[in-house]
């Protein structure tokens, strides 16, 4: 696995394709693993379930990460990855459609790095989630020990 890698939590398989594509249109190369639900996503985090024997020391460069998931929302996730230790600085941008205030004030008091709601139209879309990815795979600079 590359160093510098995403993770996207989406359940939604059209948005999870123009979020790659977005990506990919960026020139965003690094991988991109893809959880399809909050147990998913906590089993690769921590290791554990079908990533159990995955070096839970590799963290995401960042995690994108949608609120209405099947399983475990995204918002228990967040919770639960602010709660460890050892992941509590990981980068979490929520990417959702969710308009609701309360998920904006939840979503930044449990510690997300930003909140992104996803653009209806296309273009929008791509052009937001390709920033994003520029953002964090190119400019932003973390510690070497998150």
């Known amino acids: ?5 995403i993770l996207l939590v989406e359940d939604n ?12 249109r960026a020139n965003i190369l690094n991988e991109v693993v893809v959880a399809h639900d909050g147990v998913e996503a906590l089993d690769f ?3 554990r379930g079908m990533y159990a024997g995955r070096d839970s020391s590799v963290k995401p460069t960042v ?3 949608d609120l209405k998931l099947p399983r475990v929302d995204g918002l228990e996730v967040l919770r639960q990855i602010r ?3 050892f992941t509590r600085f990981m980068p979490v941008v929520i990417l959702t459609s969710s308009k609701e205030e309360q998920d904006l004030m939840t979503g930044y008091s449990l ?3 930003s909140y992104i709601q996803k653009p209806v139209s296309f273009e929008a879309f791509m052009g937001a989630v390709g920033q994003l ?3 964090w ?3 932003n600079e973390q510690p070497r020990e998150l």
């Open 1 to 5: 696995m590359n160093e510098r890698f």
């Open 13 to 24: 398989p059209d948005d999870e394709l123009l979020t790659l594509r977005a990506l990919k």
């Open 45 to 47: 985090v921590f290791a």
């Open 63 to 65: 995690t994108l990460l």
């Open 83 to 85: 709660a460890n230790e």
């Open 111 to 113: 510690g997300a790095n």
């Open 133 to 135: 990815g520029l953002y």
């Open 137 to 139: 795979m190119l400019l």
